[in-house]
Every structure is written in structure tokens, then in C-alpha cells.
């Protein structure tokens, strides 16, 4: 199974994305995919896991954790190039290149043009490892 973990490096000036490595991934029970460390996962910071070959968004805020697929439903731009807004206790990213609005929670659409929701995906920390698999009742995207 093929892991990559992507963070913005710190600085003034960050790139959208910067490789760290490939990260060894430990398939935990019922799915879970280990993408990283809980020290790795930046407050406030959009990162980008590829699960093999599914791009994942990955978002924490504060103890709050979310992951959704990383491409957006309408033409497929990097969700996690767009910003990401809390709306109350509504988290939202938005896509850089036609502003569709999806819900961090759970892929909904809240603005379009996308018309369909992207993927949702499980997300917790075990051990101090960030693990990640698919809703089993998320959207489909």
C-alpha cells in the first residue's frame, strides 16, 4: 500500500505542498491506514495523503479531525489548495479554481457548481499515529 504525506513548510513563504517521504503504512484493523504522526499534522494547515492512489484531505483543528478526497467534484481541482473556513461549528474548504464550497464533515456540497458531494473518510489518532479509511456511509464521489 502506498502512503505519501505532504506538509506546507514553514517559513514566510510556503509552497502549496512539500514531500516529506514515503511514510510505512501499518494496515490497523477494519481499514484504518496509518498516513503519519499526530506531531506531523499541523493546526490550521490543508495536507494532502495519497492512499493508494487516492488523494485524501487532511485537516485538523484543534482535537477536531477531518479528511475528505482531495479532488473536487466539479473539475477536479486540489481541495487542499483552496482555504479552509469555520462557519460556526461548520468547517468548510473551498476549491482554488471555481469556488464549489464542500463540508469538511462530511463532503456535502454547500456551494456550487459541484453538484455531488466528494468522498468522506474516518480519521483518528491512535497510538500518536494518524489513521485513516473510508466512511462507510460517506458520500460517494
Request: hydrophobic share 40%; charged share 25%; aromatic share 6%.
Amino acid at each position: 500500500m502506498e502512503v505519501r504525506f505532504w506538509f506546507p513548510r514553514c517559513g514566510t513563504v510556503k509552497p502549496r505542498r512539500t514531500h516529506l517521504g514515503e511514510r510505512g503504512v501499518s494496515e490497523a484493523t477494519e481499514g484504518w491506514s496509518v498516513v503519519g504522526t499526530a506531531a506531523d499534522l499541523p493546526d490550521g494547515e490543508a495536507v494532502e495523503v495519497a492512499i493508494e492512489g487516492d488523494e485524501v484531505l487532511v485537516y485538523r483543528r484543534g482535537e477536531q479531525l477531518f479528511a475528505i478526497s482531495n479532488r473536487c467534484t466539479h473539475q477536479g481541482a486540489p481541495l487542499s489548495e483552496g482555504p479552509v473556513k469555520s462557519m460556526g461549528s461548520i468547517v468548510t474548504v473551498t476549491c482554488p479554481a471555481h469556488g464549489s464550497m464542500f463540508s469538511l464533515s462530511d463532503g456535502r456540497v454547500m456551494r456550487g457548481p459541484a453538484m455531488r458531494p466528494v468522498a468522506a473518510y474516518e480519521i483518528r489518532i491512535r497510538d500518536d499515529q494518524v489513521e485513516v479509511r473510508p466512511a462507510a456511509s460517506g458520500a460517494d464521489a
